[in-house]
């Protein structure tokens, strides 16, 4: 606690013996800041001294608590959460961001019960959504009837306009892009299920070349100054090695290679990760295309059959920046979780 803390708690039983009128937190708090401004220097110096042993006391238990073991495993989880020790947890990541729907995309009509609520508003009818729910449940079937024919239709042109939608370019881009950002964050789900919690194990890190290695021994040899300036000394000390001082750090680069390798090899072999290989592969693989029968609708359209393989001049130039729009990308990837 800070100086002044220290000093409210010390007088906080003697407050309320000599000022038995003040009370709750804003009048206290003032109370206490009136008192505090009244210490002399010396008095004051006191809870100043205590303030510096705890901070003290604080700075030394703090520094045996990081050499736990318990503290390295939960730095290590951070890690690969990728935070730091110590930061407070951020809210979950919603994942890739959707694409913006075009202006183009048609919207989905209401239902037959909301088509009754927003005529009964524009009536004037401003009753609460029990009563109108109400209201609704009392037109029986045959009072709806007129909602949910009107309903229909508009559903039925709105399928109408998708099927449209989705042939234009507007439609194939959005989709495309849509699949991409849907399987990203399944990926992304996949991952921290399976290898974000607790008890996941870490994925190795990849050994520093041999080059790294000797630049992680030789940085705290120079004398501080420009990072560019450093580097371009450690790179010009490297090629004036011998070649014998280079083989160690080739000899222990290997090494930690070596152990690299097992350690990932271990790593993929774990349950959690066998787990979330399944899933990768699932969400990733490609729905093969239903093969074109001979003589089959399309037959002799291609290039050889006296079709013309350059594009016609109306075609969608979106294909030829962003690939084929043949089919549908939106269902191969959509999340059959």
Known sequence: MSAFLQFAADKKPELA???????????THAKMTELWKELTDEERQVFIDKESEAKTAFQQAKEDFEKTANFKKYTAIVSRLGRKPGMKAKAKSKGVALPPAPETMPK????????????????????????LTD???????EGQKKYQDEAAEQLAQYEKDMKDFTKSADGKRYLRLKAAADKKNRIMQAKTKFLGSAGAPQEPKRPQSAYFLFIADKRATLPPGKISDNAKVLTDMWKDISEEEKKAYDDKHNELKEQYEKDMAEYKNSDNFKKY???????????????MKPGGKGAGRGRGRGG????????????????????NSSSSDSDTD
């Not at 699932?282 to 729905?287: D, G, L, N, Q």
């Open 17 to 27: 013996e000599k000022f038995p009128e003040v009370k709750g937190i804003g009048a």
């Open 108 to 131: 989905k009509p209401a239902s037959g019960f909301f088509l009754f609520l927003s005529e009964q508003r524009k009536a004037g009818n401003a009753g609460g959504n029990s009563q």
């Open 135 to 141: 209201a609704w449940r009392n037109l029986g079937a």
């Open 277 to 291: 290989d399944r899933a990768l592969k699932t969400i990733t693989k490609k729905v093969a295309k239903p093969k």
């Open 308 to 327: 013309d393989s350059k594009p016609a001049a109306d075609s969608d130039s979106d294909s030829d920046v962003m690939g084929t729009d043949n089919d």
